[in-house]
């Protein structure tokens, strides 16, 4: 027809968040793209709603990683689908004109602040009916957990489950009202136990109990019937404990071991290995630490000044997210054991090596 061949490198940046933000196994082929998707995006020459989602995340381009990506950009996009209409995040991304992206990631940051406030207040629902569910079956839980509350919001429970499955290490059900008296709801897994093949052993053995459903090892949606609610959960506990037999409930975790150097120059030395992901993790390191200071900070965060035990290496800043729940702030630590990333942290200039700790106990 008489067209330009495009160049398919302008789009990378979208290549990069979709791939990154959708999980994607970070193969040969993937890595390369969303490397050169994310270098486009720190050369300044993301698309204007790219460019506009982080820098209202407060990750301007110069030292966006693919974490950015999965952890800034993709829940503003993912918001819009959640609580409204996922064409705002379509139209942000398409958009050509600075200020009607500048716009409408305003509006798609607005909307990932509501879905954080009622994730948040779900999630406390949800451990109460955890705590209550203990209490009943005398402080042991199922190993499959299936939760239904009246005032959850459809678009959050995968959140939701996906939480609680973190929290519980265990397969997690969070369901909510849909229309015609029906649920809908999500399903998380655990390592060893595919979720897909679960919910489909349930709707074998019990014919109508479960409308619809679908997904993969390790997540899937499924649609029943409220009055199916009570004889859905028997179901999906009882496959599950057939399922896992006399698997030990308690999450592994890997790492490459205690590192020997901690400092800027090996935390750099990491960021520059990037892109990380699916398939390609970050490394993560163990170690024992002395507690100089710990602050708890909003979100259920916390805040640590660390120093290794053989006192060798100068204080560390470290952050744990989402470890505090909402009760009162934990007794101080005095030494602990952790599983961490080591990050860099970039402050109004001043870039120091971070701990991002995933586990952590006392010691």
């Not at 940046?13 to 969303?34: E, K, S, W």
């Amino acid at each position: 027809e008489g067209l330009d061949e495009p160049n398919l490198a302008d789009f990378l940046d979208l290549v990069a968040i979709g791939t990154v933000a959708d999980v994607v196994p970070l193969d040969r082929v993937n890595r390369i793209l969303v490397a050169q998707g994310i270098a486009r995006i720190n050369a300044g020459r993301a698309r204007p709603g790219v460019t506009a989602l982080l820098d209202i995340a407060r990750r301007p381009p110069g030292r966006v990683v693919a974490a950015d990506l999965g952890f800034a950009v993709g829940p503003r996009l993912n918001a819009a689908g959640r609580l409204e209409d996922m064409s705002i995040g379509i139209e942000c991304l398409l958009a050509d004109d600075e200020a009607q992206a500048r716009a409408l990631a305003l509006e798609l940051d607005l909307l990932n602040a509501q879905r954080r406030e009622i994730e948040a207040g779900m999630q406390e629902q949800a451990l109460a009916a955890v705590a209550a569910l203990e209490l009943a079956e005398q402080g042991t839980l199922p190993r499959g957990v299936c939760l239904y509350h009246r005032e959850w919001h459809q678009g959050v429970v995968g959140l939701v489950a996906s939480r609680l499955r973190e929290r519980l290490d265990r397969p997690v059900v969070a369901l909510a009202d849909s229309a015609d008296d029906e649920l809908r709801g999500s399903a998380r897994s655990i390592p060893g136990l595919h979720i897909r093949d679960v919910l489909e052993a349930v709707a074998t053995a019990h014919p109508g109990t479960i409308e619809r459903f679908g997904g993969h090892a390790m997540a899937a949606g499924l649609t029943l019937r409220r009055d199916h609610l009570e004889r859905f959960q028997a179901a999906f506990e009882a496959e599950v404990e057939r399922a896992l037999g006399d698997t030990d409930l308690v999450a592994d975790i890997l790492t490459d071991g205690d590192l020997a150097e901690i400092d800027l120059g090996v935390a750099e030395l990491l960021r520059s290995a990037v892109p990380w992901g699916a398939g390609f993790p970050e490394p993560i390191f163990d170690g024992t630490f002395q507690v100089l200071e710990q602050r708890a900070l909003d979100g259920g965060h916390l805040k640590l000044r660390l120093r290794a035990v053989d006192g060798a290496a100068a204080p560390l800043e470290a952050i744990a997210f989402r470890v505090l729940g909402d009760g009162p702030a934990p007794p101080p630590l005095e030494r602990i054991r952790a599983a961490y990333r080591l990050d860099v942290n970039d402050y109004r200039g001043r870039r120091t090596p971070q701990l991002v700790i995933d586990y952590m106990e006392a010691c």
